[in-house]
């Protein structure tokens, strides 16, 4: 079964950490993408990767960075968390251009309380 | 992005045919009609999609509107493991995808 796994299903930082979830596809996929998610405010997207060593900022990239050096591998940062950086996390993964026949995969999610 | 219009809610009795519908008057001419889901607890999954003609596949059928303003997302049976958000996306493949707020759908058995 195709796969995105991402490194840790709960996670709890304090404030003023700098954290890192990590994201693993087996697929091949050339796009990676990292959401998160809040009750009331559904899936916004945070920062996206078309190709390693490439990053693009999505809808909400503030106080988060990316990095990308291998193809599988997509690790989103939080530089120094924030209580308002606590979240539903998701990791997910497709092919490139029309991967219109595909369709994204996505990883379970990883849920971060910052404390 | 084009602007997509669901129900928030919609309840179904098991094994019984479900229809979810979605509006999207402002769809473009490229973009696919594309149907996740997104069970408690979990990231979504790809359900469906289509252009113009109908689809099946083994997980749902989608209908979709000659003037592609609307579609409708079919599960033919609905079990308890259908209970989930599903959400409808426009979606070009030339940006990210753009989630909306969904249909919460209840399956009462």
């Known amino acids: 079964d195709v796969k995105v796994t991402q490194s840790s299903r709960y996670l709890v930082k304090r404030t003023g950490e700098k954290v890192f979830l990590e994201c693993v596809q087996d697929?091949?996929?050339?796009?990676m993408f990292w959401y998160r998610q809040d009750p009331g405010l559904g899936l916004r997207l945070i920062y996206f990767?078309?190709?390693?060593?490439?990053?693009e900022k999505g809808d909400i990239p503030e106080g988060y960075s990316v990095s990308r050096e291998k193809k599988e591998r997509f690790s989103l940062i939080l530089e120094s968390a924030s209580t308002n950086q606590t979240s539903m996390y998701l990791c997910?993964?497709?092919?490139?251009?029309?991967?219109?026949?595909?369709?994204?995969?996505f990883g379970s999610g990883t849920r971060l309380t910052v404390v | 992005d084009a602007k997509t219009t669901q129900p928030n809610s919609m309840e179904s009795n098991e094994e019984e045919p479900v229809h979810l519908p979605c509006n999207h008057s402002t769809i473009s001419g490229t973009d696919y009609i594309h149907w996740y889901r997104q069970l408690p607890s979990q990231g979504p999954e790809y359900v469906i999609h289509g252009l113009t003609s109908n689809v099946n596949n083994r997980m749902a059928s989608l209908a979709i509107a000659e003037d592609r303003k609307s579609s409708t997302l079919i599960l033919h049976r609905a079990t308890l493991r259908d209970a989930a958000v599903y959400y409808c996306i426009p979606y070009s493949g030339n940006t990210p995808l753009v989630f909306g707020k969904g249909t919460r759908l209840s399956v009462i058995a």
């Open positions: 997910a993964s497709s092919f490139p251009g029309k991967g219109l026949f595909y369709g994204y995969t």
């Open positions: 697929m091949d996929h050339e796009n």
């Open positions: 990767s078309y190709d390693v060593k490439m990053k």
